[in-house]
Nanobody, 121 residues
């Protein structure tokens, strides 16, 4: 079983920065992709940024140039550096990882508990 522990959320003024961290622990065979999602009140959860085990990244258009995702495969940890934050970035941010199941080489997705990010204007 994989456990994800997130940290780094909080309240920040518009234009400020925050760094989110997510560490995976437990009985882990191998983690493939890691990512950050967010969900604002009344909206669907959306992918903010993703990163493969090889380091390839993908970002939502709304955060390109402002957010940076990175990971340390040796520590099963992923970070999201958020800069030039806007009020519309306010949401609960969730970490997610795709764990490889060696019995059938499929992926199982695991979610963190979420961390609140609030950007004031």
């Amino acid at each position: 079983q994989v456990q994800l522990v997130e940290s780094g959320g909080g309240l920040v003024q518009a234009g400020g920065s925050l760094r989110l961290s997510c560490a995976a622990s437990g009985s882990i065979f191998r983690i493939n992709a890691m990512g950050w999602y967010r969900q604002a009140p009344g909206k669907q959860r959306e992918l903010v940024a993703g990163i493969t085990s090889g380091g390839s990244t993908d970002y939502a258009d709304s955060v390109k140039g402002r957010f940076t995702i990175s990971r340390d495969n040796t520590k099963n940890t992923v970070w999201l550096q958020m800069s030039s934050l806007k009020p519309e970035d306010t949401a609960v941010y969730y970490c997610a990882v795709d764990e490889v199941d060696p019995s059938n080489w499929s992926f199982s997705k695991h979610w963190g508990q979420g961390t609140q990010v609030t950007v004031s204007s």
